[in-house]
């Protein structure tokens, strides 16, 4: 963890489809209005509702093939049949001024975010209580068909093979304890000794108006 507490933090959530990744998100986003939500590129067409550059930069294939030759993006990954990517700059960007982002984002970008962030980087696993608990959830969606299900379980059951490359684990059984758990992690990192000890020493020094 970085020793600066003006540098921004990393908080890479990731889970199967299904587990309620996005929820949990959402709601960390409302209660720490400093957390901000890293918007992705992708190749994908928008769903219903969806705006470009709230959800996704919605990216033609050509560009987004352009954009990876020229070196933009921190991480980028197939999933689903399409491409998602992170552009290096905003991450940098953000980690210099004291930007806390977060990414809603797989393992593939998970890991080449932490390759290349890993000092100023926490990870999150979310788990679905069971596999059969998790096809029921994509189900009630109503948003998919039977095959597109399928495939979203056979992905899963990969993606949980994962989970150890990750610094916590949350099983969502429960929204409020899964919620307070990532909340706790956020927060535990905030105050972490590392990003803190400027203050500590201030308090030391009698160097009151630092705090």
């Not at 990393?10 to 199967?16: D, F, M, Q, T, Y």
């Not at 930069?57 to 197939?78: C, G, I, N, S, W």
């Amino acid at each position: 963890m970085s020793s600066d507490p003006g540098r921004g933090l990393l908080l890479v959530v990731s889970s199967p489809s299904g587990a309620g990744k996005t929820t949990l998100c959402n709601r960390l986003r409302d209660e720490f209005p400093r957390l901000e939500f890293s918007v992705s590129h992708t190749t994908r067409p928008p769903r219903p509702g969806e705006t470009n550059g709230v959800e996704y930069y919605f990216t033609p294939k050509e560009e987004f093939q352009e954009m990876v030759a020229r070196d933009e993006f921190a991480e980028y990954a197939m999933v689903h049949g399409n491409m998602y990517g992170t552009l290096a700059s905003r991450v940098r960007d953000s980690i210099e001024n004291g930007r806390d982002l977060l990414f809603d984002i797989d393992y593939q970008g998970g890991r080449e975010l932490r390759s290349k962030f890993r000092d100023d980087l926490v990870s999150v696993f979310i788990l679905p209580p069971s596999i059969r608990e998790l096809e029921r959830r994509l189900r009630s969606r109503n948003t998919d068909s039977e095959e597109v299900i399928a495939r979203r379980v056979r992905v899963a059951r990969e993606e949980l093979k994962h989970y150890a490359e990750y610094d916590f684990l949350v099983m969502n059984d429960d929204i409020e304890r899964a919620y307070d758990a990532l909340r706790s992690v956020y927060l535990a990192h905030l105050h972490h000794r590392t990003r803190q000890a400027d203050l500590a020493e201030a308090v030391i020094s009698g160097q009151e108006s630092l705090l």
